[in-house]
């Protein structure tokens, strides 16, 4: 028996190589299985966290969209708070089609107050003025448009001017501005008030450039808009009685008046038309005198 048992060991020993090599097709085959389910189950892995990588990413972009909204509203809040003249809350809704102004269209229209001429700010300053009013909606023409002009005051020494826009450029121009004046780079510019439209001590711009030349009549000064003009979404709008009047050009003046004139003739000719003339006198008439008889004619017999 125990002779028995040692060839077994002996035999089991030389088989074990041959069982070995036997059974490496099957392992290399359960391998491959196994290589290609978990590449598979990797790939499906793979692509649900891509998935939800990107449903993340956009949700963390929503919710620091409505963290900046929330943070600006806070702003608007403290603004509004601060301002003696009552305001409204808006909304931009989208810029204007014309490629060549600076003007946006907002949410609030007549229906909610808003007047022609009202101010627009935000947070931090002025951004334009209501030029046009509908029922709904209201358009809003910027500060750096190039037909808008706004009055401002030096906050250092309280020089006034106005500030032009310049346009696409998104800068303001002091303009007609003498060459000595008072005036800084660095100033902060605030509205004066002069015009009726604006109330005073509004932030405006800051001058960012000052040129002063020996052969020009005027300096150049280029200012930078201290509010967002073109980065907020929510803007106040001032519920004051903007009716300032309104200048108009010379030769709008002049046709006005060479009308009016016209106009002012024709009037008079027609009156003088209409006007009936009296007839001329007509002279009295002498009394007739009676006829004399003549000499040879005889009375007749009592």
């Given at each position: 028996?125990?002779?028995?048992?040692?060839v077994r060991q002996v035999v089991g020993s030389a088989l074990y190589p041959?069982?070995?090599?036997?059974?490496?097709?099957?392992?290399?085959?359960?391998?491959?299985?196994?290589?290609?389910?978990?590449?598979?189950?990797?790939?499906?892995?793979?692509?649900?966290?891509?998935?939800?990588?990107?449903v993340n990413a956009q949700l963390l972009q929503q919710s620091q969209q409505?963290?900046?909204?929330?943070?600006?509203?806070?702003?608007?809040?403290?603004?509004?708070?601060?301002?003696?003249?009552?305001?409204?809350?808006?909304?931009?809704?989208?810029?204007?089609?014309?490629?060549?102004?600076?003007?946006?269209?907002?949410?609030?229209?007549?229906?909610?107050?808003?007047?022609?001429?009202?101010?627009?700010?935000?947070?931090?300053?002025?951004?334009?003025?209501?030029?046009?009013?509908?029922?709904?909606?209201?358009?809003?023409?910027?500060?750096?448009?190039?037909?808008?002009?706004?009055?401002?005051?030096?906050?250092?020494?309280?020089?006034?001017?106005?500030?032009?826009?310049?346009?696409?450029?998104?800068?303001?121009?002091?303009?007609?501005?003498?060459?000595?004046?008072?005036?800084?780079?660095?100033?902060?510019?605030?509205?004066?008030?002069?015009?009726?439209?604006?109330?005073?001590?509004?932030?405006?711009?800051?001058?960012?450039?000052?040129?002063?030349?020996?052969?020009?009549?005027?300096?150049?000064?280029?200012?930078?808009?201290?509010?967002?003009?073109?980065?907020?979404?929510?803007?106040?709008?001032?519920?004051?009685?903007?009716?300032?009047?309104?200048?108009?050009?010379?030769?709008?003046?002049?046709?006005?008046?060479?009308?009016?004139?016209?106009?002012?003739?024709?009037?008079?000719?027609?009156?003088?038309?209409?006007?009936?003339?009296?007839?001329?006198?007509?002279?009295?008439?002498?009394?007739?005198?009676?006829?004399?008889?003549?000499?040879?004619?005889?009375?007749?017999?009592?």
């Amino acid at each position: 028996m125990r002779s028995l048992s040692v060839v077994r060991q002996v035999v089991g020993s030389a088989l074990y190589p041959l069982q070995m090599a036997a059974l490496v097709p099957r392992d290399a085959f359960n391998r491959v299985g196994d290589y290609f389910s978990s590449q598979s189950a990797l790939e499906q892995d793979n692509r649900k966290l891509t998935g939800q990588l990107s449903v993340n990413a956009q949700l963390l972009q929503q919710s620091q969209q409505l963290f900046a909204e929330n943070a600006q509203l806070r702003k608007l809040l403290g603004a509004s708070e601060r301002l003696q003249a009552k305001s409204l809350m808006s909304e931009i809704l989208y810029d204007a089609r014309d490629a060549f102004t600076r003007k946006i269209v907002l949410d609030r229209g007549s229906q909610n107050g808003v007047a022609l001429g009202q101010p627009v700010i935000d947070d931090i300053g002025v951004v334009g003025q209501v030029t046009r009013v509908f029922p709904f909606t209201s358009e809003v023409t910027l500060l750096t448009d190039k037909d808008q002009a706004i009055s401002v005051q030096v906050v250092r020494n309280g020089l006034r001017s106005v500030a032009y826009g310049r346009g696409q450029s998104g800068v303001l121009d002091l303009k007609f501005m003498a060459t000595n004046a008072d005036i800084q780079k660095g100033d902060t510019l605030v509205t004066s008030g002069i015009d009726g439209v604006f109330p005073p001590g509004l932030a405006v711009a800051k001058v960012l450039q000052v040129e002063n030349k020996s052969n020009d009549a005027f300096a150049h000064i280029v200012c930078q808009p201290a509010a967002g003009v073109d980065r907020n979404r929510q803007l106040l709008v001032l519920l004051v009685d903007a009716r300032a009047p309104r200048l108009e050009p010379e030769e709008s003046k002049d046709k006005k008046d060479k009308f009016g004139r016209r106009r002012a003739d024709g009037a008079k000719e027609s009156t003088s038309e209409n006007v009936a003339v009296p007839p001329a006198p007509i002279p009295p008439k002498s009394p007739e005198k009676p006829s004399e008889k003549p000499s040879g004619a005889r009375s007749p017999a009592p």
